[in-house]
């Protein structure tokens, strides 16, 4: 395979992933889907990830962050799943998927996030939903003392 077509495979495979993670979450009815990132500016190359910030009402949270390896796996299938509580978003959760598709691997970095606990980056792009939530300096679960873990 000559390098111009691996390249064009990737960004296409990307594309197919991507697609299927807005129609999996905009069917779990979240408030905003954001996007961060090199994401924002046209991806930086073929090997970009993607960067996602879902928020959700208080009180679907908790359900769907138990139900998240589900919903990752309906995605496409994973090979490398890590949760970092410390990067999670105040009551909500952060975890690094790696996807095994046929076009190649792809990394995603979601970020779950209660409505209460969200503030989305100033430079987050929105996908779908709600843009009048607030935006600024993140709240992660390192940065709230006391704050409510997923896990």
């Known amino acids: 395979m000559e390098l111009d077509e691996f390249k064009k495979e990737k960004i296409a495979g990307r594309e197919k992933v991507f697609s299927q993670i807005l129609e999996t979450f905009k069917g779990l009815d979240p408030i905003a889907i954001n996007q961060f990132g090199s994401g924002i500016n046209n991806y930086q190359d073929e090997f970009s990830d ?9 009180e679907k949270i908790e359900e769907l962050v138990n139900r998240r390896e589900e ?3 309906s995605i496409a299938p994973v090979l490398i799943k890590s949760d970092s509580p410390q990067n999670s978003p105040t009551g909500g959760v952060y975890t690094m998927v790696l996807y095994d ?4 691997l792809f990394h995603v970095d979601y970020y779950f996030s209660p409505k209460s606990g969200n503030n989305i980056r100033t430079d987050a792009k929105l996908l779908y939903g709600d ?4 935006r600024g300096d993140w709240l992660l679960n390192q940065d709230v003392k006391g704050a409510w873990t997923a896990d």
């Open 50 to 58: 993607l960067d996602l910030w879902m928020t959700f009402p208080d």
């Open 71 to 73: 919903i990752y796996e």
């Open 101 to 104: 598709t046929p076009s190649g």
């Open 131 to 134: 843009d009048s939530l607030p």
